[in-house]
Each structure stands twice: as structure tokens, then as C-alpha cells.
């Protein structure tokens, strides 16, 4: 017997997801760019959130593996340099932040893999005014 697809309304749906799970699993390509080279960013294993609120500016990185005395941080107010190393790889990630920053009040965390980087945002600029 054959079936009606109108007897289920999701099947082609699934039918795609089906696809693209398997050309995913294939190696092939599903529309998205995925990082296996771990000589360049952080790799697959490691992701970094930023968080942007009134009051600071905070990042958020997952660096497996990496010893805190490994970990250098650098910063000129507008983009964070995360540079860490472990016995296996190298990691060296610029994270744009989304406003700009004092970076003389930065203050940074390292926990069970787990950095956290906090800064206050940069003061406003003044009005100049012409007399």
C-alpha cells in the first residue's frame, strides 16, 4: 500500500533534518562553518560568551586543559586578546567586545577551565563646546 503524505504533514521535514544530520556526521557540508583547526581560535572544544549590561562588559571563556600561569590577557579597550597554551594546543582568540572598555579596570577569574574577564565600560566622551 502505498502511503499518502498528506496522512503526515512533517515528513519532508524530518526528511531534511534526516539529510543534514547525516551529511554532518559524512563530513559534509550542512551550511555552516565549523573550526576543526586548532591552531587557529580556540577549537571546537572551547566557546566564548559576552555579556554587555549597563554596569560592565563580561567575557566568558571555556579553555580546557589550560593551566591559570598559562593565560595572557590583553586589552586596548575595545577588543580582549586571549592567548593560553596547554601541553596539546595553542589557543590565541581576539574577542571584539561590543562597546568599549576601560581596560585599567578589568578584572579577570580562572576556575575548573572556566575564564571570566569583567571591565566597566569606557566614560562617555564629553561635549567639546566652541567659544
Known amino acids: 500500500m502505498r502511503r499518502d503524505d498528506r496522512d503526515e504533514p512533517f515528513d519532508d521535514l524530518f526528511r531534511e533534518i534526516e539529510r543534514m544530520m547525516n551529511d554532518m556526521m559524512a563530513g559534509g557540508d550542512v ?52 592567548s593560553a597554551r596547554s601541553d596539546h594546543r595553542e589557543y590565541d582568540e581576539r574577542v571584539s567586545l561590543p562597546r568599549r ?16 574577564v569583567v571591565f566597566e565600560p569606557a566614560e562617555q566622551s564629553s561635549d567639546i563646546s566652541l567659544e
Open 31 to 82: 551550511g555552516f562553518e565549523s573550526r576543526t583547526d586548532t591552531d587557529a581560535g580556540f577549537g571546537a572544544d572551547t566557546h566564548v560568551d559576552v555579556h554587555d549590561t549597563e554596569e560592565e562588559v563580561r567575557v566568558i571563556a571555556d579553555l580546557p586543559g589550560v593551566e591559570k600561569q598559562n593565560i595572557e590577557l590583553e586589552c586596548d579597550g575595545k577588543t580582549l586578546t586571549i
Open 101 to 116: 572598555v576601560n581596560e585599567h579596570t578589568a578584572s579577570a577569574t580562572y576556575n575548573n577551565g572556566v575564564l571570566e
